[in-house]
């Protein structure tokens, strides 16, 4: 079987990437109050102000992305239950404003390489709230990790209205129940949404979408359970995140300037003058650049975990005689080589077969039961372990422990130890 140089040159790029971004020079969840280093950052990543290559801080982005609600994921704690709500039932009616057209179309959002949403999860609430998780949507899509991109876009909003927050909420979805939903409805009929929609055109929204008010209510408490996902381990409260504003189009002005590479996003950083520079690096950590020692096992460990995060291949392989698309003979390679599968699990859709960071382990994988077509949530890997497969010693001891020549079936939380050992 070949292995395309194209393929491993890019998941090697990809890594040494990774390496570059410090994440101390992106003061998230702290907000840059002044302005005055943020506005530095996003200029810096020009040649002449890093010193560093022409296109070592370029990323690349599409403002033509679209794709249903339910493959995005919220990337903050809090969203407003009401504000949600409300928006929602604007969607539903088509009232002047910004949601005259109905729900769907672009979010005026930014959205991660994984798919998470970096601002406008009110409106990705609302559309699903409106119209259900297959709602088609659209925002800008960055090819960078949420974790990363979150920090970079807390520090550009910085550079628009410094230090400027979202104040949060005691009524969060994440949190929210039949009750709450109800009892915002009952209040929008009654009260009117805000000061733009009255209580009378509320009612009558309701009531012609839906049939009735009850019927209304139960449409609703449906769709919480699509917005009720999870947040990531490094999601912040609503207070903390980026502030870009759709109107002022400041989102697509912030993936320009990325895709430009104006944004001093990777190693080397631009410095500075004299006592700014040392006011600013108090905090941080030093950017000076390592050499890179590449090994055989190094570039194995690189390929596989690379491949295995980049989607694409996904299944345990090992190959003595890979050869690359030239003819030229590859060191063994080990790689993942099942095709990504998308199935239900408990009410929403999830990925087969691919382990992700876990909620009650340190990793979780969906796998589909082979006796009884039933998909199952594994749990695996101990969260205070570090996973040392780079450790030939390591590696060798952790297998004959595991007996991982025999790992057993997927369903089983070994197999996937394993795997990753």
Known sequence: MKIKRSILIEAVRKVIEEQDFDADKFPFPNADKTGKYAKFMAQAGKPEKDKGPANDDEIASDATFTTAASNLNPSQKEIKLGQALGMAISMIGKLPGPFKDGPGGNLGAV???????????????????????????????????????????????????????????????????????????????????????????????????????EKAKAHFVSQLKNIQKE???????????????????????????????????????????????????????????????????????????????????????????????????????????????????????VTLNKPTRGDVKKFKVFVKDPKTGN????????????IRKSNPKARKSFRARHNCDNPGPKTKARYWSCRKW
């Not at 020692?293 to 345990?316: A, D, M």
């Not at 998909?375 to 570090?386: A, E, I, L, Y």
Request: aromatic letters at 8%.
């Open 231 to 349: 947040p990531p381990s490094w999601a912040q409260s609503r207070d903390k995140m980026p502030v870009l504003e759709p109107k002022d189009d400041e989102p697509e002005k912030v993936a320009a300037a990325m895709a430009a590479g104006q944004v001093d996003v990777y190693e080397p950083y631009a410095k500075l003058d004299g006592d700014e520079e040392e006011e600013e690096a108090a905090n941080r950590r030093d950017t000076s650049i390592s050499k890179i020692r590449i090994t055989k096992e190094g570039i194995r460990n690189i390929v596989t975990e690379s491949l295995q995060k980049s989607g694409y291949i996904e299944e345990y392989c090992h190959i003595a005689d890979a050869s690359y698309d030239d003819g030229t003979l590859a060191e063994d390679v080990e790689f993942w080589d099942d095709a990504l599968v998308e199935a239900e699990y408990q009410g929403r859709k």
């Open 375 to 386: 998909v199952k949530k594994v749990n695996f890997g101990d969260p205070n372990m570090k």
């Open 111 to 213: 959205i991660s390489k994984d798919n998470y949403i970096m601002d406008g999860h009110h409106r990705w609430a609302a559309s699903i709230f409106a119209a259900g998780p297959e709602i088609e949507l659209g925002g800008t899509k960055i090819e960078m990790d949420g974790e990363q991109l979150v920090q970079v876009l807390a520090l550009m909003g910085d550079a628009f209205h410094p230090g400027e927050r979202k104040k949060p909420s005691p009524h969060n979805i994440m949190s929210a129940t039949i009750d709450d939903v109800n009892n915002f409805i009952n209040k929008f009929v009654e009260e009117g949404i805000g000061e733009f929609v009255d209580a009378e055109t509320a009612k009558r929204v309701l009531e012609e979408r839906f049939g009735s008010i």
